[in-house]
C-alpha cells in the first residue's frame, strides 16, 4: 500500500508564498499519477492540480491557474505545490493523492490520500 505524507503548510500573509510538499513510500517513484486537492470548512474537497508519473504532462484548475504549480522529485519521491500570490481564504486543509492510472481532475479515482497539511492565509 502507498502512503502519503504532506508537509510544508503554515500561516501566510495574502500575496506570499508557501510550497507544500507530499513523500510516498513507493518503490520507484514514477510509479504514480500525483494530485493535489483542497478543502475549506463546510466545503467539499476541491481538485488544485495534477501531474503525471513522468512530470511532463501537468493540469491545473482554472481557479488557481497561474499562481500554483506543481512538479515532483522522483529522485526524492516527493511532489511539490508551489502557491504563489495567495489570497485571504479560512482555514484550509491540503491533501495530496496517489493513482495508478493516468492524470484526472476527480476525487474519487484516486487510490491513496494522504492526512492532509493546513492552510492559513491572513490578512
Known amino acids: 500500500q502507498v502512503h502519503l505524507v504532506e508537509s510544508g503548510g503554515g500561516l501566510v500573509q495574502a500575496g506570499g508564498s508557501l510550497r507544500l510538499s507530499c513523500t510516498t513510500s513507493?518503490?520507484?517513484?514514477?510509479?504514480?499519477?500525483m494530485g493535489w486537492f483542497r478543502q475549506a470548512p463546510g466545503k467539499e474537497r476541491e481538485f488544485v492540480a495534477t501531474?503525471?508519473?513522468?512530470?511532463?504532462?501537468?493540469y491545473y484548475s482554472d481557479f488557481v491557474k497561474g499562481g500554483f504549480t506543481i512538479a515532483r522529485d522522483n529522485a526524492k519521491i516527493t511532489v511539490y505545490l508551489q502557491m504563489n500570490s495567495l489570497k485571504t481564504e479560512v482555514t484550509t486543509v491540503y491533501y495530496c493523492?496517489?493513482?495508478?492510472?493516468?492524470?484526472?481532475?476527480?476525487?474519487?479515482?484516486?487510490?491513496?490520500w494522504g492526512q492532509g497539511t493546513q492552510v492559513i492565509v491572513s490578512s
Open positions: 513507493t518503490r520507484t517513484s514514477s510509479s504514480h499519477t
Open positions: 493523492g496517489a493513482r495508478n492510472s493516468s492524470t484526472t481532475q476527480i476525487e474519487k479515482m484516486y487510490d491513496y
Open positions: 501531474i503525471s508519473r513522468s512530470g511532463d504532462n501537468t
